[in-house]
């Protein structure tokens, strides 16, 4: 039930601004055909989310682990076993971690919950491999980062940006955001052209001559 509360959560949280867009410009019309398209977007996604929602958790509760030889129905689709056992590995050296890399090293160790090569949970990766400390200043320096990203960003985007950084952080309790290439390699790219000085697209190159 986690995995799919988290994503659906993250998921609800990065369509806020558009909602809240889409929204304003149909109650700034001062018409009923734009009452009435909000309130017919509204029932779709209620609807939409009373639909897909049990259908998702049902599945997940049905999933099943491997526990020695044997399928089991366990909480989570199996990250608390993963999660635990990467917390007792951790416990070696809770301040500073095992080293950057011990994550997938340890996933794949002979007592490690079968199918977690890595952790699912960024947090518990990062307790790890950097420890507490290591987690801090990694935590501050993305926090900071993203606040800045967002403050250089064109207004119109600060909100969706906003939004997608703190669906990452909450996503990131059950998945491997940081570490799984599709995840990682989009979130930054749109970071990092959010970013880029808008300007300089515009600016005409000039001739040295």
């Given at each position: 039930m986690?995995?799919?509360?988290?994503?659906?959560?993250?998921?609800?949280?990065?369509?806020?601004?558009?909602?809240?867009?889409?929204?304003?410009?149909?109650?700034?019309?001062?018409?009923?055909?734009?009452?009435?398209?909000?309130?017919?977007?509204l029932l779709v996604g209620l609807v939409g989310?009373?639909?897909?929602?049990?259908?998702?958790?049902?599945?997940?509760?049905?999933?099943?682990?491997?526990?020695?030889?044997?399928?089991?129905?366990?909480?989570?689709?199996?990250?608390?076993?993963?999660?635990?056992?990467?917390?007792?590995?951790?416990?070696?050296?809770?301040?500073?971690?095992?080293?950057?890399g011990a994550g997938p090293i340890v996933g794949r160790s002979p007592r490690s919950p079968v199918g977690f090569t890595a952790q699912h949970n960024e947090y518990v990766r990062m307790l790890l491999?950097?420890?507490?400390?290591?987690?801090?200043?990694l935590l501050g320096t993305m926090v900071t980062t993203m606040i800045s990203v967002v403050r250089r960003a064109p207004s119109q985007i600060r909100a969706d940006l906003a939004a997608a950084?703190?669906?990452?952080?909450?996503?990131?309790?059950?998945?491997?955001t940081l570490s799984a290439t599709p995840i990682a390699v989009a979130f930054l790219l749109a970071l990092g052209v959010a970013a880029s000085n808008?300007?300089?697209l515009h600016t005409a190159p000039q001739s040295a001559l």
């Amino acid at each position: 039930m986690l995995p799919v509360l988290a994503g659906i959560v993250a998921l609800i949280i990065v369509a806020i601004p558009s909602l809240v867009r889409f929204g304003r410009r149909q109650l700034s019309t001062n018409a009923r055909s734009g009452l009435v398209k909000l309130g017919a977007a509204l029932l779709v996604g209620l609807v939409g989310l009373a639909v897909a929602v049990p259908s998702l958790l049902e599945r997940d509760e049905n999933a099943t682990v491997l526990v020695g030889d044997k399928g089991a129905h366990e909480i989570a689709s199996g990250r608390f076993r993963a999660w635990t056992f990467a917390y007792e590995q951790a416990k070696v050296n809770l301040a500073f971690g095992r080293g950057v890399g011990a994550g997938p090293i340890v996933g794949r160790s002979p007592r490690s919950p079968v199918g977690f090569t890595a952790q699912h949970n960024e947090y518990v990766r990062m307790l790890l491999e950097v420890g507490i400390v290591g987690g801090v200043i990694l935590l501050g320096t993305m926090v900071t980062t993203m606040i800045s990203v967002v403050r250089r960003a064109p207004s119109q985007i600060r909100a969706d940006l906003a939004a997608a950084g703190i669906a990452l952080a909450i996503y990131s309790i059950t998945e491997n955001t940081l570490s799984a290439t599709p995840i990682a390699v989009a979130f930054l790219l749109a970071l990092g052209v959010a970013a880029s000085n808008a300007s300089l697209l515009h600016t005409a190159p000039q001739s040295a001559l």
